[in-house]
């Protein structure tokens, strides 16, 4: 298989007004400066009872990891503790990626991909697995290995998210399929447990437009965000590097979520490189809420745009921050990457 990208959080937080947000709010300054945390690749931020907590794949891509603060500013200096570490041998001693943390069933969970060691197409074997707290606090409690997540068939998958929508949890992630020629599409399914699906996946997305098949043929990192009575699906396409960027799908709340044929795609990005503001590659997003109640996107990015090498092994994917608005029919409108430095 070729080399491949990577990569969601959200719901909550109460649908926003139309008016109640701008694209570029004003007043006074977060505390927050960007780049947030460097060389956090596949951000996540989550906001659960008064405490942000922050995961994202490391450089070396060999550990699990948490950090959290009261304040999203905060996170940037926030200690972070490792959770796990990949084993030395067998399916989980090579590439780590991709993690997210959510409350499963009362328990903490984190999921990510990981594959085998040992070189070659073999560390690419990439499948969702996940592992477990002991206790209810997840900075202190004792983590272990919950087991490997059980798709409906086997084949390269990551970029696992988890969802609540109308009393039923639900799982979306990126997958390649065996007869179509893309290196993963996304899916979506109801879950039985936190290892198992209770239906068959619904497709949700085939990466066929320009822009979602720069350097590789990829839809991949779903995150969700419920607003103004509909879903909407953001992802991130193409290769990691400046061509990365993101699109969105769209449902109505009310409907049957499982049937693509209610779901709408963009057929332009929502979300891109800025040469202007020189932020390069955005993308693997997540969505939470600051401490004044407003949208924010939490995504990462570069700051340059060459690359010496496979974007793979660039480490300098940083985890960003900005609000964000939605325009009169309550779409999003994330703008573009803002420049380096405090955050209004």
Not at 96 to 108: C, F, N, Q, S, Y
Request: net charge neutral; hydrophobic share 40%.
């Amino acid at each position: 298989m070729s080399l491949i990208d990577r990569r969601s959080f959200v719901v909550g937080a109460g649908a926003l007004s139309a008016g109640a947000l701008a694209a570029r709010p004003r007043g006074k300054r977060t505390g927050i400066v960007n780049p947030l945390v460097r060389q956090r690749a596949d951000a996540q931020v989550m906001l659960h009872d008064g405490w942000y907590y922050m995961t994202g794949s490391v450089p070396q891509y060999d550990r699990l990891v948490l950090r959290r603060s009261r304040t999203i500013a905060g996170l940037a200096t926030a200690e972070e503790r490792v959770l796990w570490r990949h084993l030395a041998s067998g399916p989980l001693s090579g590439f780590i990626w991709a993690p997210e943390l959510h409350k499963v069933d009362g328990r903490w969970v984190m999921y990510f991909a990981a594959g085998p060691s040992g070189g070659g197409e073999d560390v690419f074997r990439i499948r969702t697995h996940a592992i477990a707290c002991d206790g209810d606090d997840p900075m202190t409690g004792a983590w272990h290995v919950l087991g490997q997540f059980r798709m409906a068939w086997d084949s390269f998958n990551l970029d696992s998210t988890s969802f609540v929508h109308r009393g039923t949890r639900y799982f979306a992630w990126a997958q390649r399929e065996d007869g179509i020629d893309t290196n993963s599409n996304l899916y979506i399914a109801p879950m039985a447990s936190a290892l198992t699906l209770a239906a068959r996946p619904a497709r949700l997305s085939v990466p066929t437009l320009d822009w979602e098949t720069r350097g590789f043929k990829v839809n991949e990192a779903p995150a969700i965000l419920a607003r103004h009575g509909r879903l909407f699906l953001t992802y991130s396409a193409s290769a990691t590097d400046a061509r990365y960027c993101m699109g969105m799908l769209s449902v109505r709340d009310d409907v049957d979520i499982m049937d693509p044929a209610h779901w709408t795609k963009s057929q332009v990005p929502v979300f891109q490189s800025s040469p202007k503001n020189k932020v390069w590659g955005p993308g693997h997003n997540s969505f939470t809420v600051d401490e004044r109640g407003r949208d924010m996107l939490v995504y990462h990015g570069r700051d340059y745009e060459k690359i010496v090498g496979d974007p793979l092994f660039d480490p300098n994917r940083h985890t960003r921050v900005q609000a964000f608005g939605y325009d009169a029919d309550g779409v999003p409108v994330f703008g573009e990457p803002v420049a380096n430095g405090p955050l209004a």
